[in-house]
């Protein structure tokens, strides 16, 4: 088997309802995919870099540019090992993103063609997966609680509130108030605070959090560490994760004390499964983070939640959280929980009929 091309396909992915956080609002999914096709059949991945470099670098234009010019012209022309595709991507520094959604298809490829399930080849320890799901930043509180009202009632099982300064203690304590002390409910900053914010932040040690995450900037992992000092609220990190050896530097420092893991931020899912297995053996819980991906990498991100590591429920939300219309059977909540795909590879393919309606544009780079 030898991969014969790379199909570099942009679809436009309107979402159910803007999706407000601390460095921006998000109206509409511009998503890249990534088609390997092979001798033997094909396989995809899905580029989670958003439209501009605000959550990190990547932004989905530079993504598409690195993989045309370098990554896809350093494709193993041999065979289709994705641990021969790591070793060739490995030279060319950042672009993790770009990187994931390459290797995940090339993985795809190679896992339908043998008939293996992503869930099988991770190690995944169980057949569902409990579901979280992160509520943006609203205009008032009202219409906050409408918001999380919904989403309970839909049965997620864990409340995850984007905030930022001005928009921090007073959602927590309404949310808190309203749903009592079993409520699992967490906070996600993006990186908006400084240090300097840190008596704000002891605040919201009253309302019993699983945890905050990344508070502080992306680069400041010594202060993070300081800063979790001073809370009694676990500190979990996002952004600041970018491989294995990040995570093994934020947890010899204290930086953290749980690691909110997403695949495409650390370069692939076989990164991501060397930081859950590092994470296990240091006792620190992980849990699945996710970047309003379409039921592609939505497929690819609950399988690696069913690793046995993952003992917090993720931002792995049903479709139809996102969008109107997924690109794949949707994914549904029962019960709180995701399925798990058992089928080969993803488990889940586009549907043409929709993917053909949703395509702005798509390239075709042979090898
Ligand atoms: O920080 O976890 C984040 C979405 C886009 C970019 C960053 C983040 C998020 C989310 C939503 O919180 C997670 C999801 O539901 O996919
Ligand atoms: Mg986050």
Known sequence: TKITGVELRRIAMPLVAPFRTSFGVETSRDVLLVRVVTTEGEGWGE??????????????DGAQDVLRRFLIPALPRDGVDVHAVGRVLEPFTGHRMAKSALETAVLDARLRGAGESFGSYLGAARDRVPC?????????VPELLDA????????????????????????????????????????DANAAYTLADARQLTKLDDFDLLLIEQPLANDDMVQHAALAKLLRTPVCLDESIESAADAAAAI????????????PRVGGYLEARRIHDLARAHGIPVWCGGMLETGIGRAANVALA??????????????????????????????????????PGLGVEPLPDVLKEVTTSSEWIAL
């Open 306 to 343: 069913a690793l046995p590591g993952f003992t917090l429920p993720g931002d792995t939300s049903g479709s139809s959280r996102y969008f109107a219309t997924d690109i794949t059977d949707p994914f549904v909540l029962t019960d709180g929980h995701l399925q798990v795909p058992a089928g």
């Open 252 to 263: 010899s420092l204290g930086a953290c004390s749980v690691i909110n893991i997403k695949p």
């Open 47 to 60: 580029c989670a870099a958003m439209s501009e470099p605000r959550y990190c670098s990547e932004y989905v």
């Open 132 to 140: 979280g799901v992160s509520v943006g930043i609203m205009d008032s």
């Open 148 to 187: 999380v009202d919904a989403y309970l009632a839909e049965g997620y099982v864990r409340i995850k509130l984007k905030i930022e300064p001005g928009w921090d203690v007073e959602p927590v304590r309404a949310v808190r108030e309203r749903y009592g002390d079993e409520l699992l409910l967490q906070v």
